[in-house]
């Protein structure tokens, strides 16, 4: 019904509000398919569930409030009002059903865990991505571009990853990792690193066996003493 409203003429006056109810209407859907919770039994597997599936309703979340940020600035009299009423009605659905749900389940299965080591097991791991991801495709000869984007959503990378497919006609891969504790951003960026070990100085700075990280010019020498860079 909504891609045939967006076909009239009225349509743009009001196309936030049908924006925004379609992503409504995608998380009621999430929501009914998963009423009786996520009980996975294991971290590893509770982590899969959400990069293949549940980082979804993170998506439609995203995309409400985009659509009901651009409505505020066009918005209706009649309509504005019970838009946010709908907006209530979504902070409720995410918060207090889907990441409370979601976030009980996975503390409950990863409390104990944590207790005995900050790497969960059979998670890849961000200190180990220079080596797993970089290094074999650097023995072959091959050329590597990473990009950095500090914080960036899960889902906002899947969406990426789906246009990427559809604009480019290529193919692209998306993957995950557990971060660094804690995830901030001067231990993560030296965790991508190639290195043995991470270490602190006096000064809280990160080292890479014993090399500053600190600054872009820091961490260029770090990849040249792997012949990167």
């Not at 009239?8 to 109810?21: A, E, F, T």
């Not at 969406?159 to 604009?167: G, K, N, Q």
């Not at 190639?194 to 010019?217: R, Y």
């Amino acid at each position: 019904a909504t891609n045939t409203r967006r076909t009239m003429k009225w349509y743009k006056r009001v196309r936030h509000y049908y924006d925004g109810l379609l992503q409504v209407a995608n998380m009621q859907k999430f929501n009914r398919d998963h009423i009786a919770g996520f009980h996975i039994a294991e971290h590893s597997k509770l982590f899969k569930a959400y990069c293949d599936e549940y980082y979804k309703m993170d998506t439609y979340y995203r995309q409400f409030h985009s659509a009901f940020g651009k409505s505020l600035k066009e918005s209706s009299t009649v309509l504005e009002d019970l838009y946010k009423n709908v907006a209530d009605y979504v902070e409720n659905l995410y918060t207090n059903w889907y990441l409370n749900t979601l976030g009980s389940q996975w503390n409950k299965l990863t409390f104990d865990e944590f207790q005995k080591d900050s790497e969960l097991v059979d998670i890849p791991q961000q200190n180990r991505f220079y080596n797993n991801q970089i290094s074999p495709l650097l023995q072959n000869n091959g050329r590597v571009y990473v990009i950095i984007s500090d914080a960036l959503r899960y889902e906002v990378a899947a969406e990426l990853c789906d246009l990427l497919v559809a604009e480019t006609k290529g193919t692209a891969k998306l993957s995950a990792m557990q971060s660094m504790f804690p995830s901030a951003t001067p231990y993560g960026m030296a965790a991508l690193l190639p290195h043995k070990q991470i270490t602190l100085d006096e000064n809280l700075k990160v080292l890479c066996d014993g090399m500053s990280t600190d600054g872009t010019a820091a961490r260029e020498k770090v990849l040249k003493t792997v012949g990167s860079g």
